[in-house]
């Protein structure tokens, strides 16, 4: 037993250095996910009238669709559109938050609006809320974006204001402020840098409720149009051939999301362990 | 985001399985012999407005509750049913209907040609139908009704056939759909709205009375009708085309052709904004030559074996072969070259090497709009968009609802369907009168010769001999292209072991299908055994 355990490298890694593993492997696994959605065409995900609604097998590993098109690649492509929305919308609300933030910090009227604004977005359930606003701002992947953006940036903000709060309070503010620093020199130098760690935490840990939420504005039928690759409007159309037994149509996507989503939390919680010392030891 | 999304992840899966495990399982519900249940929509599923004729209940189907004039056979000929004969006059501006006598709505009170006329000039009024031609239908005495059109049209005897007749003395538009009163061979015994619309059966019925005593129509979506199908909760289920390669244990496929016809719009004017801000025409479309590669490019058998599942006909125009006013107009399609070559004699060339063909600055490149809840009409679609493709032509594909494709209609090509038993339905897709008008000739196409085949065919007051004009209309306006015809769909049911739906004499089915029409002669196959 010993002499195998020297021979595993893990082993004589750090926890620092199999954080740091750990986060490469995965997102290496998002990046490769991303870049063959990427490299599949819509317009080649043809319909073959032939091969409908075959199980898996060596040839489509996730069987066909009614209309005779590979899941495999249709899964990808949703997954890969899932991941772009996802990104767009956490770093679009973290900028909301860090924006909010900032505002609440630069007097008490402005942290009475901020904190009303979270409350008053915090109070309405999420999907409500982005079901409006992507049918506001018209169909297809941009009123998804933006209204996942819009609803997602309640709780980073938040931390951020009370971050802020309590940097403001520190000594060495209200010198740089007896120095006749301005405001935004002190929110630069020497508040940004401190709540760096949160921000970038924070938007990894927005990605995968952007991701679900995607998902479940898709398999509303909001968004975008039926025949269109994304997981939610897969999974929406698989509950139609559930009862005919086309078990594969519902479980390869769906388990391949919840991996996604999973891989997602998982970097959050790593790369918090790898910027906050204080997690690390727990 | 933590384990509970985990837990949710594998709740949220273990639930799919369950419910996939217990829609198939097998529990039926013990009905008598003669009673049915049913989940078929005949056109729309569950009447949004109640069961009033006159908000659009059963237009030009078998209502059930109510009589019609006339119905259809199932060639398309007009049979009596509240009549008993009609003469059309020389002018051919009446029309004279001599009604059955005796016949009592459920309320027990008689049916008259006052019921009739009030009928019809409602109808007019509610726009149910299209009785534009209609002056006014006037009672000559209790079983004698009169016609008078403001422009002679022949086909309006159709008409007769389209609409229920409602008793002028109780009606009223308020209640009268969740309380209808008519004298069909059912009356509403139960609806729960959302879920289900009980008939029984009317013992005063002057006709044929039906085998069965009460239908229940559940009110679902088709993968749930399918599902209770499995469960043995349903003795007839309408399903869509996809579920063409499924089997039910104690049940069998029934297929009726029909003349329902999915056709793609192409509009043949170059874009112009109406006083509404609607756009009518499409740059692309207009050039004949797009559409003539088109027609002749796609292959049609390809789509009925593919987005029908092999369930219909290939059609060159829009009247079915089984009307008795069709024509043999004849192309042949699937001819790639042929396409390619109409486009290049138009000029139309692919100068940028994209696969996709242009002229002066100008893309082969439109969208094409289906309604996202009808996934034959995405099929088609998606067929389409890449049989064009493979020509030189971009058509994206695009899943609306019928509220957004409101205001595109007469722009993008949409995936249109359609079809009736009534040789007016030419007017509606050819002539100039109603281009780009509601759902009418959505490609507002505008041929004169066309028109005046339309004219000659309605002007002509024997309804036989106008059918020999009526046939000539498509062939004269087919070579422009306004419409690609697709085929018409079979109509696909699974049906229990123990119902006989009389397959020999249903009627001809519309747009939307006619199930209920000869559910008089359906019976139970164990009780004609015993």
């Known amino acids: ?282 | 985001m933590d384990k509970k999304y985990i837990i949710g992840g594998v709740v949220a899966l273990i639930a799919i399985i369950a419910i996939a495990a217990f829609a198939m399982s097998g529990t039926s519900t013990v009905r008598a012999e003669n009673e049915l249940a049913m989940a078929v929509s005949n056109h729309g599923g569950e009447p949004e407005a109640g069961f009033d004729p006159l908000t659009g209940w059963a237009t030009g189907t078998e209502p059930l509750i109510q009589s019609t004039i006339f119905k259809h056979d199932g060639n398309g000929s007009l049979v009596n049913d509240l009549a008993t004969g009609y003469t059309i006059s020389g002018d051919g501006k009446t029309i004279d209907v001599e009604l059955r006598e005796g016949v009592k709505f459920t309320d027990d009170t008689p049916l008259t040609a006052e019921d009739v006329a009030f009928t019809y000039n409602t109808a007019k009024e509610t726009g149910v139908t299209n009785l534009d031609a209609l002056d006014k239908a006037e009672a000559v005495d209790d079983t004698h009704v009169k016609f008078v059109l403001s422009d002679v049209d022949s086909s309006f005897v159709h008409r007769l056939a389209s609409v229920g007749i409602v008793p002028s003395d109780s009606y009223n538009n308020e209640t009268y759909g969740e309380n209808p009163v008519g004298s069909g061979p059912y009356k509403l015994a139960q609806w729960d709205k959302g879920q289900q619309a009980i008939f029984e059966i009317n013992e005063n019925y002057y006709g044929k009375k039906p085998y069965y005593e009460k239908i229940t129509n559940l009110f679902m979506e088709p993968d749930a009708a399918f599902a209770a199908a499995q469960k043995g909760d349903v003795d007839i289920v309408e399903v869509p085309l996809s579920y063409a390669n499924e089997t039910v244990e104690g049940m069998h496929q029934v297929i009726y052709p029909s003349l329902d016809v999915r056709y793609i719009g192409l509009p043949v004017n170059t874009e112009t904004t109406n006083e509404d801000g609607i756009i009518i025409g499409n740059n692309v479309t207009a050039d004949p030559a797009i559409r003539e590669a088109i027609n002749v490019g796609i292959n049609r058998s390809a789509m009925v074996d593919g987005a029908y599942n092999g369930l219909g006909n290939v059609s060159y125009v829009g009247t079915s072969k089984l009307l008795p006013w069709s024509s043999d107009y004849t192309i042949e399609d699937g001819n790639v070259e042929e396409a390619k070559r109409i486009l290049a004699a138009g000029g139309w060339t692919d100068t940028n090497g994209d696969g996709i063909v242009e002229k002066d600055g100008q893309t082969a490149s439109f969208d094409i709009d289906y309604s996202s809840s009808d996934s034959t009409r995405q099929a088609v679609a998606l067929q389409f968009s890449e049989q064009v493709k493979e020509f030189g032509i971009e058509a994206t594909p695009n899943g609306k609802t019928w509220d957004e494709m409101d205001t595109t209609k007469f722009n993008q090509p949409i995936v249109w369907g359609g079809g009736s038993a009534d040789p007016h339905q030419l007017y509606n897709f050819y002539d100039s009168e109603v281009a780009a008008n509601e759902y009418s000739n959505p490609a507002a196409y505008n041929n004169t010769a066309v028109d005046a085949l339309i004219s000659a065919a309605m002007a002509n007051p024997n309804l036989e001999s106008s059918y020999a004009t009526w046939s000539q209309v498509e062939p004269a306006a087919a070579p422009d292209v306004p419409y690609v015809w697709i085929g018409t769909l079979d109509y696909l049911m699974f049906v229990s072991d123990s119902v006989d739906m009389s397959d020999d004499t249903h009627t001809i089915y519309p747009h939307g299908g006619d199930i209920w029409g000869n559910v008089y002669d359906w019976t139970s196959t164990n009780a004609t055994a015993s």
């Open chain 1, 1 to 282: 037993m010993s002499s195998l355990s020297k021979l595993n490298p893990l082993n004589s890694m750090n926890l620092r250095q199999k954080t740091i593993l750990l986060i490469g492997l995965i997102v290496l696994l998002l990046v490769l996910v991303y870049a063959s959605s990427l490299s599949i065409d819509p317009a080649n995900i043809l319909t073959d009238f032939t091969l409908r609604n075959q199980p898996p097998s060596f040839e489509h590993l996730f069987g066909t669709d009614w209309l005779g098109r590979d899941m495999l690649t249709r899964t990808i492509k949703g997954l890969g559109l899932s991941i772009f929305i996802g990104a767009v919308a956490s770093i679009l609300s973290s900028i909301l938050a860090i924006i909010m933030a900032f505002i609440s910090s630069v007097n008490k009227y402005g942290d009475v609006l901020i904190a009303w604004l979270i409350d008053f977005f915090a109070s309405i359930p999420h999907l409500l809320l982005l079901i409006m606003i992507s049918i506001c701002l018209g169909k297809g992947a941009m009123g998804v974006i933006i209204g996942v953006a819009c609803t997602h940036w309640t709780s980073l903000a938040r931390v951020l204001r009370v971050e802020i709060k309590e940097i403001q309070t520190s000594e060495y503010v209200q010198l740089s402020e007896k120095f006749g620093k301005n405001k935004f020199w002190i929110a630069k130098e020497h508040i940004l840098i401190l709540v760096i760690t949160q921000v970038i935490v924070g938007t990894l840990l927005i990605f995968p409720h952007a991701i679900m939420h995607e998902a479940s504005i898709t398999f509303l039928g909001f968004g975008l149009s039926p025949h269109e690759p994304a997981i939610g409007i897969i999974l929406s159309e698989s509950m139609s051939y559930l009862t005919t037994g086309a078990w594969w149509l519902a479980v390869f996507p769906g388990v391949m999301l919840l991996i996604i989503v999973l891989l997602f939390d998982i970097l959050g919680e790593e790369v918090e362990k790898l910027l906050d010392p204080t997690k690390a030891q727990k």
